[in-house]
Protein backbone atom coordinates (compact mmCIF):
# COMPACT_ATOMS: atom_id res chain seq x y z
CA UNK A 1 0.00 0.00 0.00
CA UNK A 2 3.04 2.38 0.74
CA UNK A 3 4.44 1.81 -2.65
CA UNK A 4 1.22 2.87 -4.22
CA UNK A 5 0.44 5.69 -2.13
CA UNK A 6 3.93 6.74 -3.34
CA UNK A 7 3.18 6.82 -6.83
CA UNK A 8 0.41 8.42 -6.69
CA UNK A 9 2.13 10.93 -4.61
CA UNK A 10 4.48 11.58 -7.46
CA UNK A 11 1.33 12.19 -9.75
CA UNK A 12 -0.13 15.06 -7.49
CA UNK A 13 3.54 16.58 -7.50
CA UNK A 14 3.74 16.60 -11.38
CA UNK A 15 0.40 17.88 -12.38
CA UNK A 16 0.28 20.02 -9.28
CA UNK A 17 3.85 21.74 -10.41
CA UNK A 18 2.40 22.01 -14.06
CA UNK A 19 -0.48 23.78 -12.98
CA UNK A 20 1.30 25.75 -10.34
CA UNK A 21 4.07 27.21 -13.08
CA UNK A 22 1.17 28.27 -15.53
CA UNK A 23 -0.74 30.03 -12.33
CA UNK A 24 2.16 31.92 -10.80
CA UNK A 25 3.53 33.23 -14.60
CA UNK A 26 -0.04 34.32 -15.41
CA UNK A 27 -0.35 36.39 -11.97
CA UNK A 28 3.30 37.48 -12.09
CA UNK A 29 2.13 38.95 -16.03
CA UNK A 30 -0.85 40.55 -14.60
CA UNK A 31 0.54 42.21 -11.93
CA UNK A 32 3.37 43.02 -13.90
CA UNK A 33 5.73 42.20 -11.75
CA UNK A 34 9.06 39.67 -12.70
CA UNK A 35 9.04 35.98 -12.47
CA UNK A 36 11.99 35.85 -10.44
CA UNK A 37 10.19 38.03 -7.94
CA UNK A 38 7.54 35.52 -7.90
CA UNK A 39 9.53 33.10 -8.24
CA UNK A 40 11.40 34.29 -4.85
CA UNK A 41 8.54 34.26 -2.77
CA UNK A 42 5.16 32.96 -3.85
CA UNK A 43 6.88 29.80 -5.64
CA UNK A 44 9.85 29.54 -3.07
CA UNK A 45 7.50 29.32 -0.19
CA UNK A 46 4.62 27.04 -1.68
CA UNK A 47 7.52 24.79 -2.72
CA UNK A 48 8.93 24.42 0.97
CA UNK A 49 5.47 23.95 2.21
CA UNK A 50 6.67 20.24 2.97
CA UNK A 51 9.76 20.70 4.18
CA UNK A 52 7.90 23.08 6.51
CA UNK A 53 5.09 20.44 7.33
CA UNK A 54 7.81 17.55 7.78
CA UNK A 55 10.37 19.88 9.73
CA UNK A 56 7.28 21.23 12.65
CA UNK A 57 5.91 17.73 13.33
CA UNK A 58 9.29 16.73 13.66
CA UNK A 59 10.05 19.44 15.84
CA UNK A 60 7.26 18.85 18.01
CA UNK A 61 7.94 15.27 18.35
CA UNK A 62 11.42 16.01 19.60
CA UNK A 63 13.32 14.50 16.40
CA UNK A 64 15.93 17.85 15.90
CA UNK A 65 17.68 15.06 14.11
CA UNK A 66 15.00 15.10 11.47
CA UNK A 67 14.01 18.24 11.29
CA UNK A 68 18.17 19.49 10.57
CA UNK A 69 18.60 16.60 8.69
CA UNK A 70 15.52 17.52 6.49
CA UNK A 71 16.53 21.35 6.12
CA UNK A 72 20.48 20.72 5.34
CA UNK A 73 20.07 18.26 3.32
CA UNK A 74 17.06 19.42 1.27
CA UNK A 75 19.25 23.07 0.98
CA UNK A 76 22.15 20.82 -0.33
CA UNK A 77 19.70 18.90 -3.04
CA UNK A 78 18.18 21.84 -4.32
CA UNK A 79 21.25 23.44 -5.07
CA UNK A 80 23.31 20.50 -6.36
CA UNK A 81 20.81 18.04 -7.37
CA UNK A 82 18.03 19.91 -8.26
CA UNK A 83 19.84 22.68 -9.93
CA UNK A 84 22.26 20.44 -11.82
CA UNK A 85 18.97 18.30 -13.13
CA UNK A 86 17.14 21.35 -14.26
CA UNK A 87 20.27 22.83 -16.05
CA UNK A 88 20.49 19.39 -17.94
CA UNK A 89 16.93 20.80 -19.00
CA UNK A 90 17.38 23.97 -20.10
CA UNK A 91 20.02 26.19 -19.91
CA UNK A 92 19.58 28.95 -17.02
CA UNK A 93 20.42 32.27 -17.14
CA UNK A 94 21.15 33.97 -13.98
CA UNK A 95 20.00 37.26 -13.71
CA UNK A 96 22.43 40.18 -11.69
CA UNK A 97 20.27 40.82 -8.84
CA UNK A 98 20.34 37.15 -8.13
CA UNK A 99 24.34 36.53 -8.72
CA UNK A 100 25.29 39.15 -6.34
CA UNK A 101 22.48 39.30 -3.84
CA UNK A 102 20.12 36.55 -3.11
CA UNK A 103 22.68 34.31 -3.64
CA UNK A 104 25.33 35.57 -1.06
CA UNK A 105 22.31 36.12 1.14
CA UNK A 106 21.46 32.28 0.78
CA UNK A 107 25.19 31.50 1.49
CA UNK A 108 24.66 34.06 5.09
CA UNK A 109 21.91 32.19 5.60
CA UNK A 110 23.82 28.36 5.73
CA UNK A 111 26.82 30.30 7.28
CA UNK A 112 24.61 31.57 9.93
CA UNK A 113 22.85 28.16 10.80
CA UNK A 114 26.47 26.75 11.10
CA UNK A 115 27.54 29.14 14.02
CA UNK A 116 23.85 28.38 15.30
CA UNK A 117 24.44 24.66 15.32
CA UNK A 118 28.17 25.10 16.94
CA UNK A 119 27.90 25.84 20.54
CA UNK A 120 30.76 22.98 21.62
CA UNK A 121 32.70 24.60 19.64
CA UNK A 122 32.16 28.02 20.12
CA UNK A 123 31.39 28.50 22.94
CA UNK A 124 32.30 24.85 25.03
CA UNK A 125 28.65 23.72 25.51
CA UNK A 126 28.35 20.28 25.94
CA UNK A 127 26.02 19.97 23.75
CA UNK A 128 24.81 21.88 20.33
CA UNK A 129 21.49 23.11 20.42
CA UNK A 130 19.64 25.30 17.74
CA UNK A 131 17.69 27.29 21.08
CA UNK A 132 14.70 29.46 20.39
CA UNK A 133 16.60 32.74 20.95
CA UNK A 134 18.76 31.31 18.29
CA UNK A 135 15.07 30.20 16.21
CA UNK A 136 13.83 34.06 16.42
CA UNK A 137 17.28 35.94 15.54
CA UNK A 138 16.68 33.09 12.20
CA UNK A 139 13.03 34.44 11.60
CA UNK A 140 14.48 37.78 11.94
CA UNK A 141 16.77 36.72 8.42
CA UNK A 142 13.09 35.79 6.64
CA UNK A 143 11.30 39.39 7.70
CA UNK A 144 14.72 40.99 6.30
CA UNK A 145 14.73 38.70 3.30
CA UNK A 146 11.05 39.61 2.70
CA UNK A 147 11.27 43.55 3.19
CA UNK A 148 14.27 43.36 0.78
CA UNK A 149 11.70 41.23 -1.72
CA UNK A 150 9.04 44.48 -1.46
CA UNK A 151 11.88 46.87 -2.27
CA UNK A 152 12.75 44.55 -5.47
CA UNK A 153 8.86 44.03 -6.43
CA UNK A 154 8.38 47.83 -6.73
CA UNK A 155 11.63 48.19 -8.59
CA UNK A 156 10.27 45.40 -11.46
CA UNK A 157 7.28 47.01 -11.61
CA UNK A 158 9.35 50.29 -13.11
CA UNK A 159 12.16 48.25 -15.19
CA UNK A 160 9.98 45.44 -16.24
CA UNK A 161 9.51 45.74 -20.12
CA UNK A 162 6.32 44.99 -21.47
CA UNK A 163 5.59 41.84 -23.09
CA UNK A 164 4.15 41.38 -26.47
CA UNK A 165 0.82 40.33 -27.03
CA UNK A 166 1.75 37.04 -28.89
CA UNK A 167 3.67 36.38 -24.94
CA UNK A 168 0.30 36.90 -23.39
CA UNK A 169 -1.12 33.72 -21.65
CA UNK A 170 -4.73 36.07 -22.32
CA UNK A 171 -5.61 33.83 -18.69
CA UNK A 172 -8.39 35.30 -16.21
CA UNK A 173 -8.04 36.11 -12.81
CA UNK A 174 -10.37 33.19 -11.74
CA UNK A 175 -8.44 31.19 -13.84
CA UNK A 176 -5.03 32.22 -13.07
CA UNK A 177 -5.88 31.67 -9.17
CA UNK A 178 -7.44 28.87 -9.49
CA UNK A 179 -4.31 27.11 -11.58
CA UNK A 180 -2.39 28.00 -8.75
CA UNK A 181 -4.22 27.09 -5.59
CA UNK A 182 -4.58 23.17 -7.24
CA UNK A 183 -1.17 23.50 -8.07
CA UNK A 184 0.30 24.48 -4.66
CA UNK A 185 -2.33 21.72 -2.87
CA UNK A 186 -1.29 19.40 -5.13
CA UNK A 187 2.69 19.87 -3.82
CA UNK A 188 2.14 19.86 -0.79
CA UNK A 189 -0.21 17.04 -0.33
CA UNK A 190 1.84 14.93 -3.34
CA UNK A 191 5.02 15.84 -1.29
CA UNK A 192 3.30 14.80 2.06
CA UNK A 193 2.70 11.09 0.64
CA UNK A 194 5.80 10.91 -0.96
CA UNK A 195 7.31 11.44 1.98
CA UNK A 196 5.73 9.92 4.91
CA UNK A 197 5.53 6.77 2.78
CA UNK A 198 8.90 6.83 1.59
CA UNK A 199 10.14 7.64 4.69
CA UNK A 200 8.17 4.23 6.56
CA UNK A 201 10.17 2.35 3.56
CA UNK A 202 13.22 3.59 4.36
CA UNK A 203 13.01 2.84 8.49
CA UNK A 204 11.28 -0.44 7.41
CA UNK A 205 14.94 -1.10 5.69
CA UNK A 206 16.75 -0.10 9.08
CA UNK A 207 17.85 3.18 8.21
CA UNK A 208 18.85 5.88 10.90
CA UNK A 209 16.47 8.75 11.90
CA UNK A 210 19.80 11.46 10.43
CA UNK A 211 20.27 9.21 7.33
CA UNK A 212 16.41 9.42 6.39
CA UNK A 213 16.20 13.44 7.22
CA UNK A 214 19.37 13.59 5.06
CA UNK A 215 18.51 11.44 1.93
CA UNK A 216 15.58 10.15 1.82
CA UNK A 217 13.06 13.54 3.73
CA UNK A 218 15.26 16.18 2.09
CA UNK A 219 15.15 14.84 -1.39
CA UNK A 220 10.57 13.87 -1.15
CA UNK A 221 10.98 17.25 0.51
CA UNK A 222 12.46 18.67 -2.54
CA UNK A 223 10.34 17.40 -4.87
CA UNK A 224 8.07 19.99 -5.57
CA UNK A 225 11.22 22.37 -6.06
CA UNK A 226 12.44 20.25 -8.61
CA UNK A 227 9.26 19.48 -10.71
CA UNK A 228 8.63 23.02 -10.40
CA UNK A 229 11.98 24.48 -11.39
CA UNK A 230 12.07 21.80 -14.51
CA UNK A 231 8.50 22.65 -15.61
CA UNK A 232 9.11 26.01 -15.58
CA UNK A 233 12.39 25.73 -17.21
CA UNK A 234 10.21 23.64 -19.71
CA UNK A 235 7.81 26.61 -20.39
CA UNK A 236 11.07 29.36 -21.15
CA UNK A 237 10.16 30.87 -17.63
CA UNK A 238 13.53 30.15 -15.94
CA UNK A 239 13.75 33.24 -13.94
CA UNK A 240 10.81 31.59 -11.72
CA UNK A 241 13.26 28.03 -11.81
CA UNK A 242 16.11 29.94 -10.91
CA UNK A 243 14.07 31.82 -7.89
CA UNK A 244 12.44 29.32 -6.84
CA UNK A 245 15.05 27.24 -5.77
CA UNK A 246 17.70 29.95 -4.28
CA UNK A 247 14.35 31.20 -2.10
CA UNK A 248 13.34 27.88 -1.47
CA UNK A 249 16.80 27.40 0.29
CA UNK A 250 16.47 31.00 2.10
CA UNK A 251 12.87 30.14 3.31
CA UNK A 252 14.14 26.67 4.90
CA UNK A 253 16.86 27.91 6.93
CA UNK A 254 15.44 31.02 7.81
CA UNK A 255 11.66 30.34 8.10
CA UNK A 256 11.83 26.58 8.35
CA UNK A 257 14.55 26.20 10.81
CA UNK A 258 13.63 29.67 12.83
CA UNK A 259 10.17 28.36 13.22
CA UNK A 260 10.67 24.87 14.22
CA UNK A 261 13.68 26.10 16.59
CA UNK A 262 10.67 28.72 18.06
CA UNK A 263 8.61 26.10 19.15
CA UNK A 264 11.31 22.91 20.12
CA UNK A 265 14.92 23.91 20.94
CA UNK A 266 16.99 21.58 18.16
CA UNK A 267 19.45 18.94 19.30
CA UNK A 268 22.24 19.07 16.90
CA UNK A 269 24.39 15.47 16.36
CA UNK A 270 27.83 15.83 15.66
CA UNK A 271 27.73 15.19 12.11
CA UNK A 272 25.56 18.13 11.21
CA UNK A 273 28.46 20.37 11.34
CA UNK A 274 30.23 18.66 8.29
CA UNK A 275 26.69 18.47 6.64
CA UNK A 276 26.52 22.70 7.61
CA UNK A 277 30.17 23.17 6.37
CA UNK A 278 29.35 20.88 3.22
CA UNK A 279 26.16 22.95 2.21
CA UNK A 280 28.32 26.30 2.46
CA UNK A 281 30.88 24.72 0.16
CA UNK A 282 28.00 23.92 -2.31
CA UNK A 283 26.21 27.19 -1.97
CA UNK A 284 30.19 29.15 -2.95
CA UNK A 285 30.49 26.53 -6.02
CA UNK A 286 27.02 27.85 -7.24
CA UNK A 287 27.90 31.01 -6.70
CA UNK A 288 31.45 30.82 -8.44
CA UNK A 289 29.68 29.17 -11.03
CA UNK A 290 27.04 32.01 -11.42
CA UNK A 291 29.75 34.55 -11.54
CA UNK A 292 32.11 32.60 -14.03
CA UNK A 293 29.39 31.97 -16.07
CA UNK A 294 26.34 33.80 -15.31
CA UNK A 295 24.06 31.26 -16.65
CA UNK A 296 24.05 27.13 -15.86
CA UNK A 297 24.42 24.84 -19.29
CA UNK A 298 24.73 21.27 -19.06
CA UNK A 299 28.58 21.41 -17.83
CA UNK A 300 27.62 23.19 -15.06
CA UNK A 301 24.47 21.39 -14.41
CA UNK A 302 27.13 17.62 -14.38
CA UNK A 303 29.50 19.48 -12.15
CA UNK A 304 26.54 20.34 -9.86
CA UNK A 305 25.28 16.80 -10.28
CA UNK A 306 28.72 14.89 -9.35
CA UNK A 307 28.76 17.45 -5.98
CA UNK A 308 25.74 15.81 -4.84
CA UNK A 309 26.39 12.04 -6.27
CA UNK A 310 30.08 12.38 -4.04
CA UNK A 311 28.02 14.24 -1.14
CA UNK A 312 25.48 11.30 -1.33
CA UNK A 313 27.85 8.13 -0.85
CA UNK A 314 30.16 9.76 1.93
CA UNK A 315 26.46 10.01 3.98
CA UNK A 316 25.53 6.47 2.91
CA UNK A 317 28.65 5.15 4.00
CA UNK A 318 28.36 6.83 7.58
CA UNK A 319 25.69 5.94 7.96
Excluded: C
Excluded at 28 to 44: F, R
Excluded at 136 to 152: D, P, R, T
Excluded at 205 to 225: D, F, K, N, R, Y
Amino acid sequence: MEWILLVIGFLLLIKGADFFVDGASSMAEKLNVSPMVVGLTIVAFGTSAPEAVVSIIAALDGNGDMVLGNIIGSNIVNITLLLGITAMVSTLVIERQTRTRELPYSLIAAGLLLILMSDAILFSSPTNVVGRVDGIILLAGIVLFIFYILIKTKRSKHLKEARSEEDSQNMSWPKSIVLFTLGLLGIIFGGEMVVSNASSIAISLGMSQALVGLTIVAIGTSLPELVTSITAALKGEASIAIGNIVGSNIFNIFFVAGLSATIEPLNVSGNFLVDGWILIGATVLLLVLALWRKKLTKIEGVILIVFYAVYLVYIILRG
